[in-house]
């Protein structure tokens, strides 16, 4: 397939403090003992999509991933890794990249989406329809209201439930409006009602961040409007406004692809208007506004802009706050564990006497446990020493963690290194990389973290 | 037949006891409250002009029978004795199982007066249908009813069906083929509730807006362009009381339809029923007249067509002509008529040409005259010989009233057409104006007045009008539309470029943005505070006593103490301000006073650093907005904050940098302080060196 895949795997999360640090960049925060970046790979190798850009913020992170993914998909996936600068947007990070785009659709998808939405399937809804756009939507998983507006993790992490209204036609094929729930009420243009005589607005759709453009259009509209700097926030709407009316931008480099040096042809008006009254009911609103005189070329430009919506089962959640991230560990080790092609409980983890591990669990490779523990609904990673009588539920525990006896863990992140003394009792904490702490305390909903230089 | 049928199941299929309790009632009103039928209205009440020969208002009453309505009351008020009258010589009066009741008013000027005087008459006892009486419809009512009743068993606030139909409007002119403005529709797909109604569209909108709270509880809205309102509805009683709490409702769908869905504190909810093959259309306007009269010749109105209708055997269908002759017309030779519409008794001399338009009982047309399309020409009007009538000229015997509605009375045309019409009845016995000096406006021999078009209107004109529309006005419509759009399009990308600045200089999370709810409560919790403060610094209160006071501010106003930090702030700054001052430095020392006397209120509601830091960003606001003299001395303020330790150098070092990533706009007050922020910086550090 002719489709250039990338991933914005950028933005250090500010909501994701202190899970994400300068050595566990974004990308690399695990989940479920594999960098989160994992998932998005895994599911485009599944699709066949195996020429990638990935796109990180950052020479030192870019540095981390790069050295990551080499070692994970050698030779598996042709991945080329570029380092943007902070901050920039998803759309200026495309701007910046631009120069590597040379496939003619290009799929880009956000490196936080842990989700078993199909990239192939996307990509064919949008080669089918000739779309400029395709956008991923997904119904709101009923158990998570994780869903936060912004690309990047920019802000909004404190705003629940935030929804994206979305516009489709009857027949759910084409995307007619797409918007985050910033204004007070949503404005709708009539022009493009009048177009499809009716439109269906979804408020329990969610953007998987997954979008699929027309390469030369993408370009364009990155060159032309320097002040767009979300692809969410600004490229999609964009298009989608514009689609009725797309020679405004698209028309010079339209013409050049098409044909070579075909010139605009300002439409007849008279002839025009009797075509349209005569085909009150043609099949696509689209065709019906390109239509022209003699029924051959294009004069009156439009774009088409589509939509994917995932079955209502497939599973997709944007890890972009602590939240989703508590939510992936446990879906992905409990209702949604096709996401990962290995086992769940790695090899010879060592168990203590009457210590049990539930259902819903995931011990890594190289961990030990004392006695009479009990672990529930958690993760742990690779290396861990906990010691005895240490409850650990509805928890994540990272990489190398020391925690010390009589500790109890819920709903909680621990990451790497970090150290546990005895009889720690932590409840909806996060605790930073490398924290240690001290013997007999206790935390409620308390994040706490090394102090960075 | 087969609705009539139908018409008996929808009887049986009631639940028998409610039956036995109510027998199905209609309110038709016969009395349309416009004026888009003058000039003929004047002389002859809308439901009685002729549509395809029999009176509009029999097509109504024999549908209303079929679908299994027992009583009917016809409100008569505009020529209310010609209704009267028509309907007591008709065969409407001796039906056995259709009782047909007239209720008669000479001062309602709307639906809604209609409506209160029904309510008054007490004689509706359960649900019924509204309709007009220039509705055409085949449909049965029984699924219609089935699903209101069924609604309103489980919800008693489900008080109306509206029923609509698919119609796309046309792309250019945003009419339906009925000349009906286009409607916007938002229903929800699965109950089917209607949610947002919006008709007399603003054609310089280019948007909708939908509530934010209607799409929160909506998950799924569909948003239709293609439906036209049918003007059937199925009404509880609630709807009469309705109207006659509110008083100031007048237009069915102006304000009732739309007062319901706006208002939620009631919580009345409206339903739409839609219907696929059957017929209903109402007669709003003279391209309708026009479209509806093709329709039921081609019979899709049957079995409500002239034939079945009359039972009698004077009229036929005929092929179907592009011109119907009525009774008693003599008709010269070398006539040419092309889709008019000729009532009785019409006389047509030879070589008269009539392209579209509608000639009134009576009319008679001179040799030679020529009517060009959509002319009216109202009871016996005479046109003189050779005489050509222009375009969409309307004209009658009786003169324009004068004190015509003008065009920021449009809310109020319906009080004009009522009386306009009632005067007329009485003219109408004795039609024999002098005319004698307007002769000349139809040519020689001609009789009767040439309406002007006042200015505005013209658009109607042709929107409204039985002609077709000229293809000009369609090429013009069509440019100006992708001139609109081209406006659009722009507009669009200015407002994304708006928000986008916002998003970006709101990235420190100020939070008031986020909800503009409680940003009202917000200011008003403000005012609340300055004034509290202002009592507190005149009356020398105790400083514990005016926190105090404040925090009973905050538990009232449920605001969390990050707001009254502000608030405080924002008081000071602004007694600061408005003490008398000269210069610069006189308002530092102001300042310096008042922070220093009341630093201990401040202090007691800074309790952390993001505390602190909405101070620095409220004080920022300030120096842009409401006291801009301030905007000079920001440096000096802020360092006069830190001195009294009302701020820690943290939240200022936090301010500096997550103003850092903002816009250059934004970052006016950083640069200034600049100087301050680095010595800050520097005396951090080396205190981190002694640490060391």
Same mark, same amino acid.
């Given at each position: 397939m002719?489709?250039?895949?990338?991933?914005?795997?950028?933005?250090?999360?500010?909501?994701?403090?202190?899970?994400?640090?300068k050595d566990v960049p974004k990308p690399l925060l695990p989940v479920a003992n594999h960098p989160v970046l994992y998932y998005v790979l895994h599911q485009l190798e599944e699709s066949n999509l195996k020429d990638l850009i990935v796109v990180v913020e950052g020479e030192d992170a870019g540095l981390l991933v790069g050295a990551w993914i080499s070692g994970t998909f050698v030779d598996r996936l042709h991945v080329e890794i570029a380092a943007v600068p902070e901050d920039i947007g998803t759309a200026g990070a495309l701007r910046a990249i631009s120069h590597y785009l040379t496939a003619k659709d290009i799929l880009v998808v956000s490196g936080d989406l842990v989700s078993d939405v199909s990239p192939g399937a996307v990509a064919a809804t949008h080669r089918r329809h000739d779309a400029v756009v395709t956008a991923t939507l997904c119904c709101v998983p009923i158990s998570g209201s994780s869903e936060s507006g912004s690309s990047g993790g920019k802000d909004k992490t404190k705003k629940p439930g935030r929804y994206n209204i979305i516009g489709l036609d009857p027949r759910k094929q084409f995307l007619l409006h797409i918007a985050t729930e910033i204004e007070k009420d949503t404005r709708l243009q009539k022009h493009l009602l009048h177009a499809v005589g009716q439109m269906e607005i979804r408020s329990d759709l969610m953007d998987a961040h997954?979008?699929?453009?027309?390469? +030369?259009?993408? /370009?364009? %509209?990155?060159?032309?409007?320097?002040?767009? $700097? +979300?692809?969410? /926030?600004? %490229?999609?709407?964009?298009?989608?406004?514009? $689609?009725?009316?797309?020679?405004? %931008?698209?028309?010079?480099?339209?013409?050049?692809?098409e044909d070579g040096n075909e010139k605009v042809s300002f439409p007849n008006n008279q002839v025009m208007v009797s075509q349209i009254l005569a085909n009150a009911s043609t099949p696509s609103f689209h065709e019906l506004y390109s239509m022209d005189a003699d029924g051959s070329a294009q004069t009156r430009k439009t774009h088409k802009c589509c939509a994917y919506i995932a079955s209502s089962s497939s599973y997709c959640v944007r890890l972009n706050s602590i939240q989703a991230f508590m939510d992936i560990n446990r879906d992905v080790t409990g209702e949604a564990d096709h996401l990962l092609s290995d086992n769940v409980i790695g090899p010879s983890p060592k168990l203590?006497?009457?210590?049990?591990?539930?259902?819903?669990?995931?011990?890594?490779?190289?961990?030990?446990?004392?006695?009479?523990?009990?672990?529930k609904r958690s993760v742990i990673g690779r290396h861990c020493r906990i010691g005895s009588h240490v409850k650990v539920v509805n928890s994540v525990v990272m990489n190398h963690v020391t925690i010390g006896d009589g500790c109890i863990i819920q709903g909680s992140v621990i990451c790497s290194n970090v150290q546990l003394l005895e009889r720690v009792v932590l409840k909806d904490c996060q605790v930073g990389a490398g924290f240690v702490v001290t013997a007999g305390s206790e935390y409620k909903g308390e994040s706490l973290a090394r102090k960075e230089k | 037949?087969?609705?009539?049928?139908?018409?008996?199941?929808?009887?049986?299929?009631?639940?028998?006891e409610e039956l036995a309790r109510h027998p199905l009632q209609a309110i038709l009103l016969a009395d349309s409250f416009t004026t888009k039928f003058r000039p003929i209205t004047l002389e002859r009440p809308k439901v009685l002009l002729p549509l395809v020969n029999i009176p509009m208002i029999n097509y109504t009453l024999a549908w209303l029978e079929s679908a299994g309505v027992e009583e009917v009351f016809v409100f008569c008020c505009a020529h209310s004795k010609q209704v009267i009258d028509y309907l007591e010589s008709s065969e409407w009066s001796s039906q056995p199982n259709f009782s047909v009741t007239t209720i008669e008013s000479h001062n309602s000027i709307s639906a809604g007066d209609a409506l209160r005087l029904i309510y008054e008459r007490n004689v509706i006892h359960g649900d019924f249908v509204l309709i007009s009486g220039d509705t055409v419809s085949n449909m049965s009512l029984t699924q219609a009813l089935q699903e209101h009743k069924d609604r309103r068993k489980k919800d008693a606030n489900a008080i109306m069906t509206m029923v609509v139909k698919q119609s796309k409007p046309s792309p250019i002119t945003q009419q339906s083929r009925l000349g009906t403005d286009e409607l916007f529709m938002a229903i929800n797909p699965v109950t089917k509730q209607l949610l947002y109604y919006e008709d007399k569209a603003e054609y310089s909108k280019g948007f909708i807006s939908l509530d934010k709270t209607l799409i929160a509880d909506n998950p799924s809205v569909i948003l239709h362009n293609d439906k036209q309102d049918c003007y059937i509805d199925i009404c509880s009683q609630e709807v009469l009381s309705l109207f006659t709490d509110n008083f100031?409702?007048?237009?069915?769908?102006?304000?009732?339809?739309?007062?319901?869905?706006?208002?939620?504190?009631?919580?009345?909810?409206?339903?739409?029923?839609?219907?696929?093959?059957?017929?209903?259309?109402?007669?709003?306007?003279f391209r309708s007249y026009d479209t509806i009269s093709k329709d039921i010749i081609?019979?899709?109105?049957?079995?409500?067509?002239?034939?079945?209708?009359?039972?009698?055997?004077?009229?036929?269908?005929?092929?179907?002509?592009?011109?119907?002759?009525?009774?008693?017309?003599?008709?010269?030779?070398?006539?040419?008529?092309?889709?008019?519409?000729?009532?009785?008794?019409?006389?047509?001399?030879?070589?008269?040409?009539?392209?579209?338009?509608?000639?009134?009982?009576?009319?008679?047309?001179?040799?030679g005259a020529v009517l060009q399309p959509g002319v009216i020409l109202s009871f016996k009007v005479v046109v003189g010989q050779q005489f050509v009538?222009?375009?969409?000229?309307?004209?009658?015997?009786?003169?324009?009233?004068?004190?015509?509605?003008?065009?920021?009375?449009?809310?109020?045309?319906?009080?004009?057409?009522?009386?306009?019409?009632?005067?007329?009845?009485?003219?109408?016995?004795?039609?024999?104006?002098d005319l004698s000096e307007t002769a000349s406006e139809l040519g020689t021999g001609g009789v009767g007045y040439i309406w002007t078009v006042f200015e505005g209107a013209y658009d109607e004109e042709w929107r409204h009008s039985v002609a077709p529309i000229p293809t000009d006005k369609l090429v013009k419509l069509m440019l100006d539309k992708d001139e609109d759009e081209e406006l659009l399009t722009q507009d669009g990308n200015v407002i994304s470029a708006s928000r986008e600045l916002k998003t970006d200089s709101d990235g420190n999370g100020s939070e008031d943005d986020d909800n503009e709810d409680s940003r009202d409560d917000y200011v008003s919790f403000e005012k609340e505070v300055e004034a509290t403060f202002l009592r507190a610094v005149h009356e020398n209160v105790k400083v514990d006593l005016a926190v105090l006071e404040v925090n009973a501010l905050r538990l009232s106003y449920n605001m969390a103490s990050v707001d009254c930090g502000g608030a405080i702030f924002y008081s000071m700054m602004k007694l600061a301000v408005e003490s008398p001052h000269n210069s610069a430095s006189e308002l530092h020392r102001n300042a310096a006073d008042i922070v220093t006397t009341w630093q201990k209120l401040l202090k007691s509601f800074l309790h952390d650093i993001d505390e602190e830091i909405e101070v620095i960003l409220k004080f920022e606001e300030m120096c842009l907005e409401s006291a801009k003299e301030f905007a000079a001395l920001f440096p000096q303020i802020l360092h006069l904050l830190y001195d009294k330790e009302i701020l820690?150098?943290?939240?200022?070092?936090?301010?500096?940098?997550?103003?850092?990533?903002?816009?250059?706009?934004?970052?006016?007050?950083?640069?200034?302080?600049?100087?301050?922020?680095?010595?800050?910086?520097?005396?951090?550090?080396?205190?981190?060196?002694?640490?060391?």
């Open positions: 002719d489709f250039q895949v990338v991933v914005l795997a950028g933005g250090n999360s500010k909501s994701l403090t202190p899970l994400v640090s997954m979008y699929a453009f027309k390469r +030369s259009v993408l /370009q364009e %509209v990155l060159d032309r409007k320097d002040t767009f $700097q +979300s692809l969410k /926030q600004d %490229v999609v709407p964009y298009l989608v406004r514009s $689609q009725l009316k797309s020679e405004a %931008v698209l028309s010079g480099i339209r013409q050049a692809e203590g006497t009457k210590t049990t591990v539930g259902p819903h669990c995931m011990l890594g490779e190289g961990s030990e446990m004392g006695d009479k523990c009990q672990v | 037949m087969g609705a009539q049928k139908k018409g008996a199941t929808a009887r049986v299929s009631e639940d028998p100031d409702y007048q237009h069915l769908r102006r304000h009732f339809v739309k007062g319901l869905l706006v208002d939620d504190i009631m919580g009345y909810k409206i339903f739409t029923h839609e219907i696929h093959s059957s017929y209903a259309a109402r007669i709003d306007n081609q019979r899709w109105t049957y079995p409500f067509v002239p034939d079945v209708l009359c039972g009698s055997s004077a009229i036929k269908v005929e092929r179907q002509g592009t011109y119907r002759a009525s009774e008693r017309c003599t008709i010269g030779s070398n006539v040419t008529i092309e889709g008019s519409y000729i009532w009785n008794n019409v006389t047509i001399e030879d070589g008269c040409q009539l392209r579209n338009a509608i000639v009134c009982d009576g009319v008679i047309l001179k040799s009538v222009p375009a969409y000229s309307k004209v009658s015997l009786l003169q324009q009233p004068t004190q015509q509605d003008s065009d920021e009375e449009l809310e109020y045309a319906d009080s004009t057409s009522g009386t306009g019409e009632l005067r007329s009845d009485k003219l109408n016995g004795d039609i024999a104006p820690q150098e943290d939240a200022i070092l936090r301010w500096a940098d997550e103003k850092e990533g903002a816009d250059e706009s934004d970052k006016v007050f950083l640069k200034r302080s600049e100087k301050f922020i680095q010595w800050l910086r520097e005396a951090e550090e080396e205190e981190d060196d002694e640490d060391e």
